[in-house]
């Protein structure tokens, strides 16, 4: 996911806030690993915004198991996410998997 900051939030309580949720995720088993980077020196493609959040899972089983607790919009994740959602502008969200697949046949020796 890629985001910019609506004018006036502040980008280490943003931080702290994206931590709450994605630990909170985690904590449920729900995705394996995330991180949080921020563009350096303004290097990078605008349009995909200077906060970048990148979520992992073990397969798409979990990551549908992360979305359906996430689309409940209630409760503790609710409350989590929340304050994320608030402080962000020019949400971009992409999927996209490690390659070659381990099921895939490999032609290099």
Same mark, same amino acid.
């Given at each position: &996911? !890629? ?14 806030? @994206?931590?709450? $949720? %994605? ?10 690993? !995330?991180? %949080? ?15 970048? =959040? =990148?979520?992992?899972?073990?397969? %798409?089983?979990? %990551? ?19 304050? @994320? $959602?608030? &402080? @962000? ?6 999927? $996209? ?13």
């Amino acid at each position: &996911m !890629w985001c910019n900051l609506r004018d006036g939030r502040r980008d280490v309580e943003f931080a702290g806030h @994206v931590k709450a $949720y %994605l630990d909170f995720l985690k904590g449920q088993g729900k995705i394996e690993r !995330w991180s %949080l980077e921020r563009r350096k020196f303004g290097f990078g493609p605008r349009d995909l915004g200077e906060f970048h =959040i =990148i979520v992992s899972t073990n397969d %798409l089983a979990q %990551l549908d198991a992360a979305f359906s607790t996430v689309a409940t919009r209630s409760g503790e994740v609710e409350r989590l996410h929340a304050p @994320v $959602y608030s &402080m @962000v502008t020019d949400f971009v969200a992409a999927l $996209y998997r490690d390659f070659p697949d381990p099921e895939r046949a490999s032609t290099a020796p």
